[in-house]
């Protein structure tokens, strides 16, 4: 469901995680995933990286830097570094990021927002579980599972990649990337950090339909908010191909 950069960014920490890594641990204890402190998922880059490194081209930097005065970390995986840099959340201010590298692939915004808040949302994970394949299709077969669901396949091996649902400070449904799982083909899903908390809606479902990457949800609760208040096909365009994103 899932753009392929942000797919294969996931594989990459999914691969770690398959090495005998269990998960990608960050550097602090801003604890990522669990709403944060901050606001909103990031919907422009900052225009400032960490210290001297050039984080678009690359997650090797290392240093701290100061974004709306407070100072932020880079993320840390098994694979390496995430470069810290100033990112723009919802609301315009000016928060902690991290290079966005491994999802948009040089393209701009350059960095996202770094454990980007949102709330847990089981309404907005069963809107998309409920229009994903039964049949074995792009995303596996996996309607009715409980999660947001995608498969990509690369250099011959096929990579099962699924998240919980969460509800960004903007209102929109989306998944937590700090909560990924991914399986290599053993049967066992291995938890995968990429240090983006829950993901701008646009950028997580960025290959989807337009009106399946903004659909709204509440931001203090995670309730789906729909237009006619439920779930189900009343939902337009919405219902489309939201399960083929991967490709």
């Known amino acids: ?129 409920a229009r994903e394949s039964a049949d074995g299709g792009v995303d596996g077969g996996t309607a009715g599972n409980g999660m947001i669901d995608t498969v990509l396949m690369t250099s011959g091996l096929t990579v099962k990649l699924r998240y919980p649902g969460c509800c960004t400070a903007a209102g929109f449904c989306s998944g937590d990337t700090a909560l990924g799982e991914a399986d290599l083909g053993s049967g066992t899903y291995m938890p995968s950090n990429a240090g983006y908390g829950c993901l701008e809606s646009t950028i997580f479902f960025m290959t989807a339909p337009e009106a399946a990457r903004r659909i709204p949800c509440n931001p203090s609760t995670g309730a789906l908010a729909l237009p006619d208040g439920g779930a189900g096909g009343g939902d337009g365009g919405a219902d489309a191909g939201v399960d083929g994103g991967a490709e």
């Open 1 to 129: 469901m899932h753009a392929r950069g942000l797919a294969n960014g996931l594989l990459a920490l999914a691969l770690a995680a398959g090495g005998g890594v269990a998960g990608c641990d960050d550097d602090d204890d801003d604890g990522a995933g669990n709403g944060g402190t901050r606001d909103a998922g990031a919907t422009d880059g900052g225009t400032r990286d960490a210290s001297t490194n050039d984080a678009g081209a690359g997650d090797s930097g290392t240093a701290p830097v100061v974004c709306g005065g407070q100072t932020c970390t880079p993320h840390t995986t098994a694979l390496g570094v995430s470069a810290a840099g100033c990112a723009t959340n919802a609301a315009g201010a000016e928060v902690c990021g991290i290079s966005s590298q491994s999802v948009l692939m040089g393209a701009e915004p350059r960095f996202l927002e770094k454990d980007a808040p949102g709330v847990a949302s089981p309404s907005c994970t069963q809107f998309y579980d």
